[in-house]
Nanobody
Framework: QVQLTESGGGLVQTGGSLRLSCAAS????????MGWFRQAPGKEREFVAA????????DYADSVKGRFTISRDKAKNTVSLQMNALKPEDAADYYC??????????????WGQGTRVTVSA
């Protein structure tokens, strides 16, 4: 299993930027694609971005394409999400997890506590 700790959230104005970080431990991290997911109040958790285990391939939800960039540092066991041009609809709790396609990898363990992003109009 993998342990996940997200950080970097906060309050930002529309059009602003934030950089989220996910620290992961466990063997799964080094051999798995990793994804970022988000959940807004009253909504289901949704896919945001994913990166292959090599870091060579990335995938983004249409709603964030061109504004968000996912990256990973395998040496440091971290995955980052650079978020630019933030919109109020980006406000949510953000989570990282090992992923398969656009879904969290089954049986990866437990979600971390997430990091909250608030975007003011």
């Amino acid at each position: 299993q993998v342990q996940l700790t997200e950080s970097g959230g906060g309050l930002v104005q529309t059009g602003g930027s934030l950089r989220l970080s996910c620290a992961a431990s466990g063997r799964t991290f080094s051999t798995s694609a990793m994804g970022w997911f988000r959940q807004a109040p009253g909504k289901e958790r949704e896919f945001v971005a994913a990166i292959s285990w090599t870091g060579a391939n990335t995938d983004y939800a249409d709603s964030v394409k061109g504004r968000f960039t996912i990256s990973r540092d395998k040496a440091k066991n971290t995955v980052s999400l650079q978020m630019n041009a933030l919109k109020p609809e980006d406000a949510a709790d953000y989570y990282c997890a090992p992923s398969l396609g656009r879904n969290p990898l089954s049986s990866f363990g437990s979600w971390g506590q997430g990091t909250r992003v608030t975007v003011s109009a």
